[in-house]
C-alpha cells in the first residue's frame, strides 16, 4: 500500500509539474507574441548594469542593428547623452522617474540622431529588478508639430496685416479728407464767383495748391511703405562715401534750409564708407531734415554727425527745436502716429516710420533722445562697407 501510494504522490508530482511547465511555457509565449508583436520598439534591460536583455523586431528595425548586436550594448549606447541616460534608467529603478520621460535623443547603428519619449516601468525577476522600456521615435510628431505652429504663425501674421491695411485705410480716408474738402471748397469758391474777386483769388489758387500737394506727399509715402512692406523690390546696396553721400542730401532739401530759420552744420567723419541702397537712404536723410527743420526754432540749428563704431558707422541728426513730449517718444516711429503738440504742422505722420523702415532694411537701428524745448537727436546706424 505504501508502495503504492508513493508511485501514485510521483505520478501526481510529475502530472503536476508538467502542467505548471506547460503553464509556464504558454505565458512565455504569450509574453513573447507581445513582445514581438508591439508596434512600439521595446527593450527589455538589466536594472543594475543597463545591459539589453531582449529587444523586439520594431526596436531592431528602428536602431539598425542584428539582435547579436543589439544584446551587446548597454541602453546608454543608445543615447547621445550616455550620462542622462545612466541617470533615467537608475531613477526608474529607484522608482523616482515614472511615467513617459521626454527631452532625449537617441543614435541609430548610422549615427543618425533623432528624438525620442521612453515609457519606463521596472519589475522584479528571480529577484533582479528589470527594466522593461518603450521608446517612441517622436521624429514626426515634432515636425508636425513645427509644421502646426509655422502655419498658426502665417495665419497670425495675415490677420496682422489685414488688421494693419484696415486700420491704415481708415487713417488714409481720414488723413485725406481735410484737403479733398478744402481742394472741393475753394474750387467752388472760384466756380461760384471766386473767380471775380481779384483781391483773393491768387490765394484761394494757392491753397488748392498747398492741398493738392499734401495729397501727393500723402500718396507717395503710402506707395512708399508698401513697397517697403512687400519687400517685393530688393535694395541695390552699393558702397558709398558717407561725407559726399550726406552733402547730396543737404543740397535737395536747400529750399527747406533756406526757409526753415535754422542753421545746417555737417561734421562726417573722413573715409567712412557705407553700405547702402542709395535712393532709399536718401529719403533717411530728406525726412529727418525735414522734420528738424520743421520743428525748429527760427535762428535754431541743425546738426548732422557720422563716426565709425566697430563694423556699424553711426549717423545723428540733433536739431534745437521744441522737442518730443515723454509720452510720445514711444510711438514716435508708428505709421500715422503725430504727437498732440505737433498737430498744427503739415505732415503725413508717415516719415518717421519710413525712415525706420528704410534703416532697418539695412539691417541698421534708430533711437531718438528729446527734452522738450531744447530739441531732440536721432541717432541710426549703417554697415561698413568692408
Same mark, same amino acid.
Given at each position: #500500500? ?28 504569450? %509574453? ?30 528602428? %536602431?539598425? %542593428? ?11 549606447? @543608445? ?13 526608474? *529603478? ?20 533623432? !528624438? ?17 522600456? &518603450? ?36 487713417? #488714409? ?21 471766386? @473767380? ?11 491753397t488748392i495748391e498747398r492741398h493738392a500737394e499734401r495729397l501727393r506727399l500723402l500718396v507717395e509715402d503710402m506707395l512708399l511703405m508698401t513697397d517697403l512692406d512687400s519687400r517685393a523690390k530688393p535694395p541695390a ?16 532739401? &536747400? ?20 553700405? *547702402? ?17 520743421? %520743428? ?18 553711426? #549717423? ?16 514716435i516711429f508708428d505709421r500715422f502716429y503725430r504727437g498732440r503738440a505737433t498737430k498744427h504742422i503739415h505732415g503725413t505722420g508717415l516719415g518717421l516710420s519710413i525712415v525706420k523702415a528704410i534703416v532697418e532694411l ?20 549703417? !554697415?561698413?562697407?568692408?
Open positions: #500500500v505504501e508502495l503504492l501510494e508513493g508511485i501514485a504522490s510521483s505520478i501526481g508530482s510529475a502530472l503536476m509539474r508538467k502542467r505548471l511547465e506547460a503553464t509556464v511555457r504558454e505565458s512565455e509565449e504569450k %509574453y513573447r507574441g507581445v513582445f514581438e508583436s508591439g508596434f512600439d520598439p521595446v527593450l527589455f534591460v538589466d536594472g543594475r548594469t543597463g545591459r539589453i536583455e531582449s529587444a523586439n523586431a520594431a526596436a531592431l528595425q528602428m %536602431y539598425g %542593428y542584428a539582435e547579436d548586436e543589439m544584446l551587446a550594448l548597454k541602453t546608454e549606447a @543608445l543615447a547621445t547623452d550616455a550620462e542622462k541616460a545612466r541617470e533615467c534608467l537608475a531613477g526608474v *529603478v529607484a522608482g523616482r522617474t515614472k511615467g513617459v520621460v521626454t527631452g532625449f535623443r537617441h543614435k541609430k547603428k548610422d549615427g543618425t540622431e533623432f !528624438p525620442v519619449e521612453i515609457s519606463a516601468s521596472r519589475c522584479a525577476i528571480g529577484g533582479q529588478v528589470k527594466v522593461i522600456a &518603450a521608446v517612441h521615435d517622436t521624429t514626426r510628431r515634432l515636425r508636425d508639430a513645427h509644421a502646426a505652429a509655422r502655419a498658426a504663425a502665417e495665419v497670425e501674421l495675415l490677420q496682422a496685416r489685414e488688421a494693419m491695411v484696415t486700420e491704415m485705410m481708415a487713417t #488714409v480716408s481720414h488723413e485725406m479728407r481735410t484737403p479733398l474738402a478744402a481742394i472741393k471748397g475753394f474750387s467752388e469758391t472760384l466756380r461760384c464767383g471766386g @473767380l471775380d474777386d481779384k483781391e483773393n483769388r491768387l490765394d484761394f489758387v494757392e546696396f552699393e558702397a558709398i562715401d558717407l561725407a559726399g553721400f550726406v552733402a547730396e542730401g543737404v543740397t535737395s532739401v &536747400a529750399p527747406l534750409i533756406k526757409t526753415g530759420g535754422a542753421a545746417l552744420a555737417c561734421d562726417i567723419s573722413g573715409g567712412l564708407t557705407v553700405l *547702402v541702397d542709395s535712393d532709399r537712404m536718401t529719403r533717411v536723410i530728406q525726412n529727418l531734415l525735414d522734420n528738424a527743420f520743421k %520743428y525748429n526754432r527760427r535762428g535754431g540749428r541743425v546738426d548732422i554727425t557720422a563716426r565709425a563704431d566697430g563694423a556699424m558707422a553711426v #549717423v545723428t541728426v540733433r536739431d534745437t527745436g521744441l522737442g518730443i513730449p515723454e509720452r510720445d517718444l514711444g510711438q539695412h539691417d541698421g537701428r534708430i533711437r531718438v533722445e528729446s527734452v522738450i524745448g531744447k530739441g531732440s537727436a536721432f541717432h541710426f546706424t549703417l !554697415p561698413l562697407a568692408r
